[in-house]
């Protein structure tokens, strides 16, 4: 199979040259077995095409390769030039913004003109965030200790980290990582989900064309449980940083622990609670929260996928919220993600449709459970599924307490206070929260109360990338962005000096 191969977007009249191979010391080469994986159009269900997927041994060449370019080049790099290589790249990511958009939505389903030039804007934005970043947080203390001895301390890159990203936002987890660990002076080797890994093999190429040199950054598409597994266990991988399920969180970290005890970030699942107190603004806390669930078909880790509602105010939210998602929130008129009407594109995959499907069918049948569909079931190849809601839901049911990671929201009534923190705290997940009143006292008690990473108030999901983002309990360990995209790529070193004279 060749390296690389022209795939056309008819939809807004592109062919591009898509790079298919593994990319290693700033060039794409085929796999050690030349085994390959299938990528498919989730609008179409159709083949887009093939690519190398890495092996333990391609894994074993990419670290080395890494490891050379970290020992002999990267960690001899200042910071100032590695900001400035970052800037070059922010200028390359802008000036294919669109294309980049374009391979992001063919590949994942995602809506291009809400959603995959919003990504491209959010990477644009962090990008320029860690280039002016780079030489300034990375700074250590001096530490006066007595007349004859004083320390002070470096904030040291770990060296080689391993980076795993899921596919609900390819290339933004990918920028998460990539630019905060370059920034901070690692070199680095990331896997993409097997079933996204186009946006970052094309984004590889701006990688050369900003200036890194030759192994700083590699680019391993592959097997979660082949590439993935190796990068978690390879012992000269001094770092991993994961976002994906909780399930393989856990197996990553049993990995990490038991080859060399690299250090470990994990951005893993959620069941995000927003709380609507009976002062609640309902018409604001509906805009919020439609997005908050349907947007990204609702594959989105902090997505509020749980609707807390206070007993005075539930019938006119669930009115309000009905009514706004069903204008709002639609799969478009041509069912294509590329169409400007389309703000919910398919789900990822058959496998992640049919067990979406799966949910609503045991809320349905199982649980008795009343529903709304806010759409309608459409008859396609693709992956769609309508944004539904279940109603009057307890907080043991099944809907209640699992990750369903779709359109899909469950809605629980509350009386009080008490029991809207008890409610939205009563789950193994603590990724994000948001909470919905005029009274900057509940607000504030709710955000002392809430065991959440994030917590919104009167808003939902409005991201920053200078804010760290992280959860509780099994929702991960470490932050990202902002200042803690620095920190998780720096350990400390403590230097005592002593100038007394025996
Ligand atoms: N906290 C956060 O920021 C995010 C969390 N997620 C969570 O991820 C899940 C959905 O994403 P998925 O891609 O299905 O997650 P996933 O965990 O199946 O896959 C994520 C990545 O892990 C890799 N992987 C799979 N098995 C592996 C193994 N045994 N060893 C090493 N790597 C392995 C996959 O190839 C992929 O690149 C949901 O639970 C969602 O909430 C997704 C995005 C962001
Ligand atoms: N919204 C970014 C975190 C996620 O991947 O869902």
Known sequence: MSLFTDISIPQLNITYKQPLGLYINNEFVASS??????????????????????????????????????????????????????????????????????????????????NALADLDQISQLTTYYAGAADKYNKGQMIPISHEKYAYTVRSPYGVVAQIVPWNYPLAMASWKIQ????AGNTIVIKPAENTSLSLL?????????????????????????????LASHTDVDKIAFTGSTAVGQKIMALAATSNLKAVTLECGGKSPAVIFDDANLDEAVKWTTAGIFYNSGQNCTANSRLLVHESVYDEFLEKFTKYAQEEWKFGSSLDPFDESCTVGPVISKAQYDRIQGYIEHGK????????????????????I?????????AESKLAQEEIFGPVAVVLKFKDYDEAIALANNNAYGLASAVFTEDIRKANFFARDIRAGTVWINSSNDEEISVPFGGFKMSGIG?????????????????????SKL
């Open 33 to 114: 077995d030349h085994k390959q994986i299938e990528t498919v159009n989730p609008a179409t269900n159709t083949v887009i095409t093939s690519f190398y997927a890495a092996s333990d041994a391609d894994v074993n060449t990419a670290v080395t390769a890494a490891r050379q370019a970290y020992e002999q080049v990267w960690s001899k790099t200042s910071a100032e030039h590695r900001g400035r290589l970052l800037h070059n790249l922010g200028q390359l990511i802008v000036e294919n913004k669109e294309l980049l958009a374009a391979i992001e939505t063919l590949d994942s389903g995602k809506p291009y003109y809400t």
């Open 180 to 183: 905060g660990a370059l920034a």
């Open 202 to 230: 094309y984004f590889a190429q701006l990688i050369e064309k900003a200036g890194f040199p030759p192994g700083v950054v590699n680019v391993l598409p592959g097997l979660g449980a082949v590439t993935g597994s190796s």
């Open 365 to 384: 049948s199982q649980e008795k459970l009343s529903s709304k569909e806010i759409g309608s079931p459409v008859e396609s190849e693709g992956f769609f």
């Open 386 to 394: 309508p944004p539904t809601i279940f109603i009057d839901v307890t």
């Open 479 to 499: 932050r990202e962005l902002g200042e803690s995209g620095l920190e998780a790529y720096t350990q400390t070193k403590a230097v005592h000096v002593n100038i």
